[in-house]
């Protein structure tokens, strides 16, 4: 569920520095087989995926696991916009 009626589906935070424009939506997974990734949105850059504290090294099946979010996160921003 959106935060704001003008967020996507997706956002699940928002963000705002005091001026609408500077609206931030973000959602966040986290895992402790591969990392973080968040998915941010602003008009000016659209949506935008992003990895933190992913490891180095992943099994086949933790990167499978990874891969899955991030196709799903790509489907999810695909279709907010």
């Known amino acids: 569920m959106s935060v704001l009626p003008s967020c996507p589906a997706w956002c699940t935070d ?3 520095a005091g001026h609408p424009d ?3 939506c973000r959602t966040r997974s986290a895992s402790a087989a591969y990392g973080e990734t968040l998915m941010t949105y602003t008009p000016d850059e659209g949506a935008i995926v992003w990895l ?3 490891r180095d090294e992943l099994s086949v099946d933790e990167a499978e696991q990874l891969a899955r979010t991030l196709l799903a996160q790509v489907a ?3 279709g907010s916009r």
């Open 22 to 24: 500077d609206s931030l």
């Open 76 to 78: 999810l921003a695909r």
């Open 14 to 16: 928002h963000r705002q």
């Open 52 to 54: 933190f504290n992913t």
